[in-house]
């Protein structure tokens, strides 16, 4: 294992590197291609008709520079900070969340790890898919038909190891798109195997084609595809796809490029079954031309824009911006553009989840994009990334197509939980809705949702789908206890308000995985918590540059103890109380902001490393500030405050700060004069 971990290393070290040297001038190069490709004919299915094939329970394969995770510790690059939204259910008072407006169990353990949930939803049906079976029901829950992957394509294909699926109702066209991956090892074949019904209705006919994935054009390559993702328009389905050599030396599978998969899709639809005709573009590069375009996410696109967009993190290790791309002429020879590389808040490898009732971690992926979706102007995407210090976030963003800008940069989460696998759906009106996992150390890994209005200025309130019921542990032969790799979420074309969703929880008995499927009403909920330290600072550049010194407390000296985590979560239990306490009396607002005033220099000295202390005089302004919060808070609140009375006496918080100094612990220097992150809720 030292050649392969050597190997990785060099890797890693080409990924930094090009992060560093993209100025550099080059020739420029966006692929090789396009090439255009044929594939033998297709097979017609009736779901009901189809014979049983159990599929042998696998590990579902995942390329090898997922393994970088454990070389890099680099921090995330320096960049424009984003909006950063406390997720507020975490308060004793939370406000509502959207509404759930039905939900039901989904597609349990199949015996394949992990289950890559995916939905679609039709007029009257939805299909959901994971590994490696598919299941046709009612939007009430009555299932109608299920097969496994094998039975689905056994007229085009015979084997088993077909896994990623990715599903699609095209509600140009009114048919529904299945996507899956197969592979076969010892023949170092692949294959993208796609099938579409013949009407809208998914119980009828269908046609299934097993496409070479090996296949660049129709130029042959030793690589396999993984990681598929599926796009379409008003004109043409979109399949993307990693490429990693066959296991060789040591079993490693290296990353070799991206591809892109361009299909007219008049010739699924014309219900022939007849061959299928491709353009492929593959080995995309970013714009320093150094950095391979990997999971390159297609939009589902609403609305015909006359483009096809397509979007990818500029680097899922560690970067700060994300590059959009856009296909044009698809029925006939189409053109790849490589639009902009925007910024976006620095980013890097997010942290593996922790969970209740095990000490192994659960994976959280790398940081790359985990959907796209296209609609009235904008392009939506969604990833997982690290966020207060030590804890992974889900990140949503929006991307004006016409500038391109980005428009919504939105980190989402709370500290001492762990959100990751997110996914977006925007509805007709703006109204984005978000479903993603979590877990923490109190908490078994499950499934939850979000919305924000297109009024509110941030992401509601999250509730469960499915809470989980038991610790989880499926190792995978790199020792990663995989989860995900995905949530799945379709607008319905009946009501647009409402976004279906679905997601994974840990089951029981331990160690096994189930999914719950859900309609959520994406103009439902309530605006997120005021932020408690915000509204005794306010919006000012004074303002946010106390808020910036908070911010970084919090993450770099409060969050690195279990004393200071604790002070943390009893914040966000109360700060909803808190921070209606101090919008209706002005003159507790203008004491806590003199309060805050005097301590910031206490705090700053500690973030440069300094010997600070908390004076008496500091005490005393705190305890006076105590008693008046004291005076008109609930009964839990008042015992809160008097806890941290009595840490205040004994002297936890000249502890913590004399702790930090010590220590020696560097910190990164505040961003001059630049305004800070936007938080809806945030630490005293």
């Known amino acids: 294992m030292r050649i392969a971990q050597a190997l990785l290393l060099i890797l890693v070290c080409a990924v930094l590197v090009g992060s560093s040297i993209g100025s550099i001038a080059q020739d420029p190069h966006v692929s090789e291609g396009p090439e255009p490709g044929t594939s033998k004919v297709g097979a017609s299915i009736v779901p009901e008709n189809l014979p049983e094939i159990q599929a042998i329970a696998e590990e579902v394969p995942r390329g090898s520079f997922e393994t970088l995770r454990n070389l890099v510790t680099q921090p995330a ?3 424009p900070p984003g909006q950063i939204t406390e997720d507020a259910s975490a308060l004793s008072a939370a406000p509502s969340a959207p509404t759930l407006t039905t939900n039901f169990d989904g597609i349990h353990a199949t015996g394949w790890f992990p289950p890559d949930p995916v939905i679609a939803a039709g007029p009257n049906h ?48 009114d048919r529904w798109v299945l996507l899956t991956v197969a592979r076969a090892d010892a023949s170092q074949r692949s294959w993208y195997l796609l099938s579409t019904s013949k009407t809208p209705d998914p119980t009828g006919e269908w046609c299934v084609w097993a496409l070479d994935a090996t296949l660049d054009g129709a130029t042959p390559s030793s690589n396999w595809a993984d990681f598929p993702k599926l796009g379409l328009d008003d004109q043409a389905l979109y399949v993307t796809s990693n490429q990693f050599t066959f296991p060789g030396f040591l079993g490693l599978e290296l990353p070799q490029y991206g591809k892109l998969r361009v299909m007219e899709k008049g010739q699924f639809y014309d219900n022939t079954c007849g061959p299928i005709r491709w353009w492929d573009f593959w080995n995309m590069k970013n714009a320093d031309e150094i950095i391979p375009v990997f999971a390159l996410q297609p939009a589902h696109s609403f609305g015909g824009p006359g483009k096809e967009y397509l979007i990818n993190a500029h680097n899922p290790i560690l970067a700060d911006s994300v590059t959009v791309w856009s296909v044009t002429n698809p029925a006939t020879t189409p053109t790849l553009t490589r639009e902009a590389t925007l910024p976006v808040a620095p980013f890097h490898i997010p942290a593996s989840a922790e969970q209740l009732g095990s000490t192994f971690r659960i994976d959280t992926g790398l940081a790359y994009l985990t959907n796209a979706v296209y609609r009235n102007g904008s392009l939506y995407s969604a990833q997982t990334v690290p966020c207060f210090l030590i804890y992974s976030c889900a990140r949503f963003l929006r991307i004006d197509v016409a500038g391109p800008t980005v428009t919504l940069d939105e980190t989402y989460g709370a500290a001492g939980s762990y959100y990751f696998y997110p996914v977006i759906m925007p509805d007709p009106s703006g109204n984005m809705v978000a479903v993603f996992s979590r877990s923490s150390a109190s908490e078994f890994a499950g499934v939850r949702y979000t919305s924000r209005r297109a009024m509110d200025p941030a992401f509601q309130a999250s509730a469960a789908l499915k809470a989980g019921a038991a610790s989880y542990v499926q190792l995978d032969g790199f020792g990663r206890n995989r989860w995900g790799d995905y949530s799945g979420s379709a607008l319905d074309p ?144 008042r015992r809160a405050v008097a806890r941290l009375r009595a840490d205040l006496r004994r002297g936890a918080f000249s502890s913590l700060l004399r702790t930090r100094v010590r220590a020696g612990i560097s910190t990164r220097p505040a961003t001059p004069s630049a305004p800070t992150q936007r938080r809806q809720a945030d630490l005293p």
């Not at 084997?159 to 509600?171: H, S």
């Not at 600072?537 to 808020?547: D, V």
């Not at 000296?557 to 306490?581: D, N, Q, T």
């Not at 700053?604 to 808070?633: H, N, Y």
């Open 494 to 637: 009946v009501d647009p308000t409402r976004v279906w969703v679905n997601g994974e929880f840990a089951d029981t008995p331990a160690n096994t995985w189930g999914t719950w499927v859900g309609e959520v009403d994406s103009t439902s909920g309530e605006p997120p918590v005021p932020c408690p330290a915000s509204t005794v600072l306010g919006n000012a550049s004074e303002g946010n540059g106390r808020l910036t010194t908070l911010y970084r407390f919090r993450d770099e000296v409060m969050a690195g103890s279990p004393e200071g985590r604790r002070y943390i979560r009893l914040y966000y239990r109360h700060a909803r109380e808190g921070s209606w306490l101090l919008l209706r009396n002005h003159a507790l607002r203008q004491e806590a902001r003199g309060v805050l005033t005097r301590i910031l220099p206490t705090l700053q000295a500690v973030l440069a490393g300094r010997p600070a202390k908390v004076t008496p005089a500091d005490a005393l302004a705190v305890e006076r500030l105590m008693d008046r919060v004291s005076a008109e808070a609930s009964s839990e609140l």
């Open 126 to 173: 939805l299909i959901q898919a994971v590994n490696a079976s598919i299941r046709i029901s009612t939007k009430s829950g009555l299932t109608l038909s299920t097969a496994s992957f094998a039975s689905w394509w056994s007229p085009v294909f015979t084997g088993t190891f077909i896994f990623d699926p990715q599903v699609l109702y095209d509600q140009d066209s």
């Open 77 to 79: 690059p320096a960049g």
